[in-house]
Structure formats: structure tokens, C-alpha cells
């Protein structure tokens, strides 16, 4: 991929000429950030009522964090929501479904780095709500995931889930450390670590398969892109920098990453040893896949020569 200037177009520009030549590959990141199950239903807003119009969707961005005002002069500067229908994680063949919405929002910033080239920063929601996540629920999941691999070790835990009901599982995804190497005009244009926790009450508060320390390592990327649109602000006299570029229709793929052992599942984590035989954990990279279906992506840009985030803001105050 070309690095001179004229190849990144978001770098400097009129937000017309910028949105042509960036719209895709800027889109291109913000969707990818949708793997996570979440609710449907929108954040509340933190440190500003919440906008209209075309920024509707925007209730959640760090606007108001003294980071967001680093963006250089004239460089991307925004904030970033996508939601994804449905899809699956699957590990070695054993696919999850993800059958609710999923949403997750950010800020972002650019600027130059020592040599001179153009590098965005992630920065969370002040809230810190960059994952909203809402479990999956898998009927009689206990029962398969650890009861079926004849480990005597839970033979007791299986007795009780099926005298006492406790045989559902819940299977939730969550971030498992920041987001890092965002790069809307990369192949990958970012790495997400995650983890995935498993509920159920045998299984204690503490069982997931990866953690903080060794992560589900996500790089996911589009396959296919969707379908491009922008609009500019509804008054370009007084927001002439300023629009939100949307991509709709998206699939997401990965194929690349290797999934860790379960830890912490069960007293003692007695329960460890029987889930990873399920699962043949750990898995190694080209054994599992995701998949994200029906991705839109928003990014309410702003390109101004100063105060990107304080511009961006007016904006969203005069939509309302």
C-alpha cells in the first residue's frame, strides 16, 4: 500500500474532497469493532444531551476528553458507532451463534508520528462503555460443553446442574484490553483483544476462555464491503468541515486467530480440564472462525484546522 500523502486524502483537504478518497477505508475500521453481543437500545448520553438528526446515533463519544483535542490541524477527528446483525465465533468447527445486535462506539483522533506519518488513536467513551454486552443464552449448554466429555472430575457439578436446573450456559464476549494499531487504511486496520466469559452458577464468577493476560486476539476484516454514503452537515455554512460517511451491508471475517485454554471454571477450576477437551482448547490460528453479518458502520468526522472536537460538539448541539 502507497504511504506518500497522496494516498491518505485524511490528512488534509476539503471534508468533499476527504470523504471520496477516505470514506471507504475509515468505514472499513469502524465496522470492523463488531463482534460483541449487546443490546439494541441506545447508550445514554455522557457530557451532552443527545443529538439529532444525522447524529442520532452518536450518544456515547468521549467529545468532552482533553484527548480528543490532540487531532492535528486539519486531520480526522470523530467518532465512530457500528452495529452488526447476527454471525458466529466458532472454535474448531463448534460454532456460537450471535444472534443479538452488536454495537460498539469510540472516539478517534489523528495526528503524525516521528517519521511523519499519519496514526490514529482510539480513545473509550468517558463512561467507559465501549462494549455494551449482553450474554447469549445456550440451552442445556452445561450439559454439552462439560458434562459430555466424560471428565469424572465433574461428575459431581453434572449431578447437581441436572437435579437443580442449572443446565443453560451463557456465553458473553468482552474486551479483554484496549484497542490498538487502529488503522483505517490497513488490510487489518486494527487488533481487538477479547475474552470469553461462560456463566453459569457451577461454574463460579471467574470462568472465560482467554483473559486480561492471554487474550482472544481479534483482527478482523471485511469480506465483502458494503454499500458507501456520506452526508454533510445540514448547515455547510456554519459546519462546513464537518459530515457523518456510513457503510451499510458489510460481512466481517477472520480466520487467523487462536484461541487460549478456559481458565477459573468451577471450584477450583475443576471444570478447566473438561471444557478444554470439548472445545480442543487451546486452539491454534486456521482452526476458528468469525463471522459478522449485516455491519453498518457510522463516523461523524470532522476535518477542521483547530478545535475538531469543540466543532464536532456545536454540531451535535445544533442538530437537537
Known amino acids: 500500500m502507497e504511504t506518500n500523502d497522496t494516498?491518505?486524502?485524511?490528512?488534509?483537504?476539503?471534508?468533499?474532497?476527504?470523504?471520496?478518497?477516505?470514506?471507504?477505508?475509515?468505514?472499513?475500521?469502524?465496522?470492523?469493532?463488531?463482534?460483541?453481543?449487546?443490546?439494541?437500545?441506545p447508550a445514554l448520553a455522557v457530557g451532552y444531551p443527545a443529538p439529532g438528526g444525522i447524529y442520532a446515533p452518536f450518544t456515547d463519544c468521549p467529545l468532552h476528553d482533553p484527548e480528543m483535542r490532540l487531532a492535528a490541524p486539519g486531520f480526522a477527528m470523530g467518532c465512530i458507532k457500528s452495529v452488526t446483525a447476527s454471525g458466529s465465533l466458532s472454535v474448531n468447527g463448534i460454532p456460537v451463534p450471535?444472534?443479538?445486535?452488536?454495537?460498539?462506539?469510540?472516539?478517534?483522533?489523528?495526528?503524525?508520528?516521528?517519521?511523519?506519518?499519519?496514526?490514529?488513536?482510539?480513545?473509550?467513551?468517558?463512561?467507559?462503555?465501549?462494549?455494551?454486552?449482553?450474554?447469549?443464552?445456550?440451552?442445556?449448554?452445561?450439559?454439552?460443553?462439560?458434562?459430555?466429555s466424560g471428565n469424572p472430575d465433574v461428575a459431581r457439578l453434572c449431578q447437581t446442574a441436572m437435579t437443580s436446573g442449572h443446565t443453560d450456559l451463557t456465553v458473553e464476549v468482552q474486551?479483554?484490553?484496549?484497542?490498538?494499531?487502529?488503522?483505517?487504511?490497513?488490510?487489518s486496520p486494527f487488533t481487538l483483544?477479547?475474552?470469553?466469559?461462560?456463566?453459569?452458577?457451577?461454574?463460579?464468577?471467574?470462568?472465560?476462555?482467554?483473559?486480561?493476560?492471554?487474550p482472544v486476539v481479534l483482527n478482523p476484516m471485511f469480506n465483502p464491503v458494503g454499500t458507501l454514503n456520506f452526508e454533510s452537515d445540514p448547515d455547510p455554512a456554519q459546519f462546513p468541515n464537518v459530515a457523518v460517511l456510513s457503510i451499510t451491508g458489510s460481512t466481517l471475517t477472520d480466520d487467523t486467530f487462536s484461541v487460549p485454554a478456559a481458565t477459573g471454571c468451577g471450584p477450583g477450576?475443576?471444570?478447566?480440564?473438561?471444557?478444554?477437551?470439548?472445545?480442543?482448547?487451546?486452539?491454534?490460528?486456521?482452526?476458528?472462525?468469525?463471522?459478522?453479518?449485516?455491519?453498518?458502520?457510522?463516523?461523524?468526522?470532522?476535518?477542521?484546522?483547530?478545535?475538531?472536537?469543540?466543532?464536532?460538539?456545536?454540531?451535535?448541539?445544533?442538530?437537537?
Open 193 to 214: 483483544p477479547v475474552k470469553v466469559t461462560l456463566g453459569n452458577p457451577l461454574l463460579g464468577g471467574k470462568c472465560s476462555i482467554g483473559s486480561d493476560d492471554d
Open 269 to 320: 477450576g475443576s471444570a478447566d480440564a473438561a471444557i478444554n477437551a470439548t472445545l480442543g482448547l487451546p486452539s491454534p490460528s486456521g482452526n476458528n472462525h468469525l463471522v459478522l453479518n449485516g455491519n453498518d458502520a457510522l463516523f461523524a468526522d470532522d476535518f477542521s484546522q483547530s478545535d475538531q472536537a469543540r466543532d464536532l460538539l456545536a454540531a451535535f448541539k445544533a442538530s437537537r
Open 98 to 148: 450471535i444472534t443479538q445486535p452488536v454495537t460498539v462506539q469510540f472516539g478517534t483522533y489523528s495526528d503524525l508520528d516521528n517519521s511523519g506519518n499519519q496514526v490514529f488513536h482510539v480513545v473509550p467513551p468517558q463512561d467507559h462503555k465501549e462494549l455494551l454486552t449482553e450474554p447469549e443464552v445456550i440451552p442445556n449448554g452445561f450439559l454439552v460443553l462439560v458434562c459430555l
Open 7 to 41: 494516498a491518505h486524502p485524511m490528512i488534509r483537504g476539503s471534508v468533499s474532497d476527504l470523504l471520496r478518497g477516505a470514506a471507504g477505508a475509515t468505514l472499513a475500521a469502524c465496522g470492523v469493532l463488531l463482534y460483541v453481543a449487546m443490546p439494541a437500545g
Open 175 to 187: 474486551l479483554a484490553g484496549p484497542i490498538t494499531n487502529f488503522s483505517p487504511l490497513a488490510p
